[in-house]
């Protein structure tokens, strides 16, 4: 059974580029076999994708905030991570990493971490 | 983007009542259409993909329909574990878009 675990710092300051890491186990990144993204939920709100990639490098961003995230893989860890540049207060929120399975050309979450809270705060 | 426009916002009802929520988008999507239940403090689970198949697991009390842009979420006799908010998702284009949440409440 597949487990996702995000990791990474719960408080940042404003202007910062935090690093959220995502470590999978019980089955492979590069296994081909699903996509694997970023989504995250601003304190009460909804939920917002931030972004996925293939482990062959392929990635697809939100462009609404595309000129400030990347996100990456280290395959020899069955890690991937994202970096969210020039954070601030609206960046506040949990983030979630999730597999993303695809059927009949659709892709849907199917297995998520148990979400971590970043405040952006000075 | 796909717009996501989910009704009701919040919903009360009892156990073993019969509930449905809607969700519609701003253009057709065929049937990318994906159903999550999310409980307080907790990550989204996926109950309905491509509008009506049920992810493993999940109780057969579940089901979803449609097709275009109009789509149902609907729960067949409640029960006390079901009381939650709901979101739909398109998987048409990116950006993968969300509804704003349903919450079900205990009436």
């Known amino acids: 059974q597949v487990q996702l675990q995000e990791s990474g710092p719960g408080l940042v300051k404003p202007s910062q580029t935090p690093s959220l890491t995502c470590t999978v186990s019980g089955g492979s990144i590069s296994s081909g076999d699903y996509y694997w993204s970023w989504i995250r939920q601003h304190p009460g709100k909804g939920l917002e994708w931030i972004g996925e990639?293939?482990?062959?490098?392929?990635?697809y961003y939100n462009p609404s905030l595309k000129s400030r995230v990347a996100i990456s893989v280290d395959t020899s860890k069955n890690q991937f991570s994202l970096k969210l540049s020039s954070v601030t207060a609206a960046d506040t929120a949990v983030y979630y990493c999730?597999?993303?399975?695809?059927?009949?050309?659709?892709?849907?979450?199917?297995?998520w971490g148990q979400g971590i809270l970043v405040t952006v705060s000075s | 983007d796909i717009q996501m426009t989910q009704s009701p916002s919040s919903l009360s009802a009892s156990v073993g009542d019969r509930v449905t929520i809607t969700c519609r988008t701003s253009?057709?999507?065929?049937?990318?259409l994906n159903w999550y239940q999310q409980k307080p403090g907790k990550a989204p689970k996926l109950l309905i993909y491509?509008?009506?198949s049920l992810q493993s697991g999940v109780p057969s009390r579940f089901s979803g329909s449609g097709s275009g842009t109009d789509f149902t979420l609907t729960i067949r006799s409640l029960q006390p574990e079901d009381f939650a908010t709901y979101y739909c998702q398109q998987s048409y284009s990116t950006p993968y878009t969300f509804g704003q949440g349903t919450r079900l409440e205990i009436k």
């Open positions: 990639f293939y482990y062959s490098g392929s990635t």
């Open positions: 491509v509008a009506s």
């Open positions: 253009q057709s999507i065929s049937t990318y």
């Open positions: 999730a597999r993303v399975s695809y059927y009949d050309s659709s892709g849907f979450f199917d297995c």
